[in-house]
């Protein structure tokens, strides 16, 4: 088995000098950390051809500046296809990209990593934007609960595993999220597109755009 092709370019929408895309913007939101200093801005669009997670995070680890950006690139089912991450702390600069083949494997370059066949989502340790994939993915009721594992992908060195998870919906636009079997457990508070308002006492939305279109997102 080959790896797949790298998919078409995640960049921004019409960035300088280059031709306009049109996009539908789903989401354009700030967030903070309330237990670190740690700062988010994230924009969720879709295209004519995917979905697209774009991020940057600025934070502090072990007394020093860490800036995190990241893209996730999804089908129409908001299933993950590729994923890029770059960090940099100091003369530290780390990349990682990952993705996904028609038949759900994973892969790194040329490696296939096994240990992740038939994994659909993405997880990022740092951010509360990737929660917005099973989400909208996995369309629980009020009342309902489905489990998933995701491919964790560890910040700041970029290691990656497997991780079981739990997502549970309380209400309308409430969740908990759960790990490890129950080891960590956090409320999700989302806006009206799966997007994430509140996560647990870390993570607080200070501002956000208004969407173009309301997509009923939520899964109701």
């Not at 295209?47 to 893209?71: I, K, N, R």
């Not at 996995?138 to 992908?153: E, K, M, N």
Request: hydrophobic letters at 35%; charged letters at 25%.
């Amino acid at each position: 088995m080959t790896p797949p092709a790298s998919p078409d370019s995640p960049a921004s929408p019409g960035g300088a000098g280059e031709r306009p895309v049109p996009f539908r913007l789903i989401a354009d939101v700030l967030w903070r950390r309330r237990d670190t200093e740690s700062f988010e801005i994230c924009r969720i669009v879709e295209l004519p051809s995917f979905l697209a997670l774009q991020g940057s995070v600025l934070t502090v680890h072990d007394g020093e500046p860490l800036q995190v950006q990241y893209v996730v690139q999804c089908d129409a089912s908001w299933a993950t296809r590729a994923v890029h991450v770059h960090t940099t702390r100091g003369r530290d600069t780390r990349r990682l990209e990952l993705r996904r083949d028609d038949d759900g494997c994973w892969w790194s370059g040329d490696q296939r990593l096994r240990e992740f066949d038939g994994l659909v989502d993405v997880d990022l340790s740092i951010t509360p934007a990737t929660n917005t994939l099973p989400i909208r993915r996995l369309r629980i009721a009020p009342g309902q609960s489905a489990a998933t594992d995701a491919v964790w992908i560890r910040i700041p060195d970029l290691a990656v595993e497997r991780l079981a998870q739990t997502y549970t919906r309380t209400s309308e636009r409430e969740y908990i999220y759960e790990s490890r079997g129950g080891a960590f457990r956090a409320g999700l508070d989302v806006d009206a597109e799966g997007v994430v308002v509140r996560y647990g006492e870390f993570w607080e939305r200070v501002a956000a755009s208004a969407p173009d279109v309301a997509h009923n997102g939520n899964g109701a």
